[in-house]
């Protein structure tokens, strides 16, 4: 296990703020209730989670406060009352205490930093002393869902190289991808539904054939066998950025598509689906539906064409084209820059639109 801690000092903070292991009794302590961003399964003991962007928070009245998480691949950062105290390197099964706090009122947050394709981790909660500690905490009344792929992940955007070998992990932070950035714009809730790779009917590469977004939409974990009501969430501003891979890679022989015509018929087809169950569920939501300007051709023209059905019959649909990209971060993907020119497309966009929130 690593532990990467920083140190603040002021603001209401009586002493350096310090992240330390923690072997407290969580049995004698009370647990608080949680605000948790994103799609996860809920245990009676833990939260299971594995979408990236997911993030929990907490109030409570104290100088005191241990959490506990499972979880052996992730990074996360630990913010109190709005700044960061820490970032946890690949945690374990372990306890942690946040040490040096001032008595009083304060708001902890733990967000998901990195992407964990095939881990699942779980996480047990926020602990105080004793009850009277807690404070329920704060929903925000703007919510925003993302849909989409690596580049809404964050995917390699810390890397001042596009070779980089440890891409998940080292270099991808999701809080400085371009939806965590409109979302704190708005002071919004989110929920980010992307990983690395997926697309709309064709995954890079044809890569898990036949689990596209389609497969994977709505299960609090990759592997659940359940989703969650797709209106969980209640969202007022939905985005969807799905098509990349879809079309950046040649159809291989032994797929089902025979050719660009085919596949792109699939997508259209396929994305209508997809835009109809998302409005059905949320029937007042904006629905936002982005590509770069700079995208395969193919990818679109298929796009144009979704757009050009879906707004035949809704109002509230709207499309975002995101600009050129330096695409200097991992594996020819968004770098910070980039990241800050689509975030600031996607917010003009937004209060030009003024969605009903």
């Known amino acids: 296990m690593f532990l990467v801690l920083s140190t603040l000092f002021g603001g209401g903070f009586a002493a350096a703020q310090t992240i330390g292991n923690d072997q407290s009794d969580l ?27 997911i993030y929990f928070e907490a109030r409570f009245n104290g100088s005191k406060l241990i959490f506990k998480i499972h979880d052996g691949y992730n990074r996360f950062r630990v913010l109190i009352d709005g700044r960061e105290i820490g ?11 946040v040490m040096g706090l001032s008595a009083g009122e304060h708001v ?9 394709l095939n881990q699942v981790g779980r996480f047990y909660g926020f602990y105080v002393q004793n009850r009277e500690q807690a404070l329920s905490p704060i929903a925000r009344s703007r919510r925003i869902e993302f849909i989409g792929d690596s580049y809404l992940v964050g995917y390699g955007n810390l890397s001042k190289s ?14 400085r991808a371009y939806g965590a950035i409109v979302a704190r714009h708005y002071g919004a809730d989110f929920q980010i539904n992307a990983y690395s790779g997926i697309g709309m009917v064709r995954n890079y590469a044809n890569n898990i054939a036949g689990m596209a ?32 891979n879809d079309f950046s890679t040649p159809i291989g022989e032994n797929e089902k598509w025979r050719n660009s015509e085919e596949l792109s ?17 949320n029937p007042n939501a904006m629905i936002l539906l982005a590509a770069n300007i700079d995208a395969n051709s193919k990818h679109l ?18 499309l975002v084209n995101l600009p050129k990209l330096q695409n200097t971060g991992c594996d020819w993907h968004p770098n910070l820059n980039d990241h800050l020119s689509m975030a600031q497309i996607v917010i003009s966009r937004i209060n030009e639109l003024k969605p009903n929130w």
């Open 108 to 116: 902890v947050r733990l967000e998901k930093l990195s992407e964990s």
């Open 162 to 175: 596009r070779q980089c070998p440890r891409t998940l992990y080292d270099n991808t932070d999701n809080t």
């Open 87 to 97: 970032i946890i390197e690949q945690p374990l099964a372990s306890q942690y205490e």
């Open 301 to 318: 023209a298929a796009r144009a064409e979704v757009a050009a059905e879906f707004a035949k019959t809704d109002s509230n649909f709207h």
């Open 213 to 244: 977004m389609d497969h994977f939409y709505g299960r609090p974990v990759f592997a659940a066998e359940f989703r969650t009501a797709p209106d969980d969430f209640a969202p007022q501003v939905i985005f969807i950025a799905l098509g990349t």
């Open 265 to 281: 018929q699939d997508y259209v087809a396929s994305h209508l689906r997809f835009l109809h169950l998302l409005r059905a569920a």
């Open 27 to 53: 049995a004698k302590m009370h647990r608080l209730g949680e605000l948790i961003g994103g799609n996860v399964r809920r245990e009676a003991e833990h939260i299971e989670y594995q979408w990236p962007g």
